[in-house]
């Protein structure tokens, strides 16, 4: 049943009918498989990706780099929650790595983003760092490019 699953993350407008079609299976067994996937929180949400910057909305990204101190019995997830709370966090990932925790979040500025990281993130009882990276330009989200194909701009020769 992952095949339903694969289908809907790449495009979640498709119809239970138009699922069944691509992975052969019948109409009925598509919608009952994918309100189960709804009831046990295997399917989380239908989201749209958008080019904001083709829009008139001004909006910053960041990623934000923190290095916490884990806590007693809870290790990283007590920190992790108080963090993804916020809403001005759009992810929050535990890491490998110089790091512990990468978040991502997005404010109006850069200003709004700094003083969420100073005012908000930076004095929480168990960070200890952060690095905030700013996304300048965005060239591939969730598997779609935002500019396109490439062009060949090279000259042909002709012998």
Known sequence: MEEILEVLEKNSKLSAKEIA???GKGVEEVQKSIKEYEDKKIILGYMTLINWEKTDKESVMAFI????????EYGFDKIAAR??????VKACYLMSGGFDLAVIIEGKTMKEVALFVSQ???VQEYVLSTATHF??????DEGVEFEGKEQDDR???II
């Open 120 to 122: 908000k993130l930076a």
């Open 155 to 157: 000259e042909a020769i």
């Open 65 to 72: 780099e923190i290095k916490v101190t884990p806590q007693r």
């Open 21 to 23: 079609e691509m992975t």
């Open 83 to 88: 963090i993804y709370r916020f809403p001005e």
């Open 135 to 140: 996304v300048l330009k965005k060239y591939k």
